[in-house]
């Protein structure tokens, strides 16, 4: 599964620098603090001499910082322009925002606005819970779509086959709860597919659950919106009504979407 994934820094057609200039940045953004050259190469499998040409251009356009003894490297600014540009002319997270707005408060629990990409889900837009005990996500989190109820739901807007071909053949477990086989996930797919909506406990962050559904737009559906609730306030009540909610805004947003010039 996932045999036709290509090695790092081999793009089909592609230039070989441009993209091992893309695995280093995306690297730096994954990555919780400033990494050393030793760090990258070994992450990233580069020699040294090509990671630090490299290191040396991003840092001159402002793309990477560089830290006062010159050892260690974080994404930069230019980044930052970039990312928030997407989100500034990504209609979805447009019409998606207030509605956002409204299922915070109507739920107040956290909830989220997010995207398939490849074989994960990156989140575009939160808004968090008023309640003191409550979750958060950064915007541009990068999460396995197989451990999370948003990425649950996307997967299942493809055939069982794309999701074959999609996701790799080793699942990485982010909890003892995560789903970490593939007959596994194609029998939790189904029941997702049946149902309409995914829900997940603890396969992602210890002591939460979450619940999505997909946005019907696009075919196959790429965004989603998620709710974040604490164990603790995960009854059967406040599922059903988070899955109506979540139902009757990504209804709202979708036909929005269709309605727009050129949909």
């Known amino acids: 599964m996932g045999d036709g994934a290509v090695k790092r820094g081999e793009v089909p057609g592609g230039v070989k620098s441009a993209a091992r200039t893309v695995e280093l940045l995306e690297a730096l953004a994954q990555a919780p603090r400033r990494l050393t050259l030793t760090e990258l190469a070994g992450q990233l499998g580069y020699p040294k001499s090509s990671i630090h040409m490299l290191l040396r251009t991003l840092v001159g356009a402002g793309w990477v ?13 230019r980044a930052l322009l970039v ?12 019409v998606a925002t207030p509605h956002l707005a409204a299922l915070r408060a109507h739920l107040n629990e956290t909830v989220h606005l997010a995207r398939l990409d490849g074989a994960d889900v990156v989140y575009l837009a939160s808004r968090e819970s008023m309640h003191i005990l409550r979750s958060g996500s950064r915007v541009g989190r990068r999460m396995p779509a197989h451990s999370t109820a948003l990425g649950q739901v996307l997967l299942a807007q493809l055939s069982p086959e ?12 982010e909890t003892q709860h995560t789903i970490s086989n593939h007959n596994s996930l194609a029998l939790e797919l189904q029941d997702v597919r049946v149902r309409g909506w995914a829900a997940e406990r603890e ?34 009540a406040h599922q059903r009504d988070v899955v109506q909610a979540l139902h009757e805004h990504a209804n709202e947003i979708g036909g929005t979407l269709r309605r727009l010039p050129g949909a």
């Not at 990312?83 to 447009?94: K, S, Y």
């Not at 794309?162 to 996701?167: G, H, K, N, P």
């Not at 002591?207 to 059967?236: E, K, M, N, Q």
């Open 65 to 77: 910082e560089v830290d006062d003894r010159g050892t260690a490297y974080g994404i930069g600014v």
């Open 83 to 94: 990312g928030t540009a997407f989100l500034d002319r990504d209609v979805v997270n447009q």
């Open 162 to 173: 794309e999701v074959a071909e999609r996701v790799p053949a080793e699942l990485v477990t």
């Open 203 to 236: 396969q992602d962050s210890l002591g939460l659950g979450s619940i999505a559904v997909a946005i019907p737009y696009g075919r196959p559906a790429t965004y989603g919106l998620s709710c974040s609730i604490p164990l603790t306030r995960f009854t059967d």
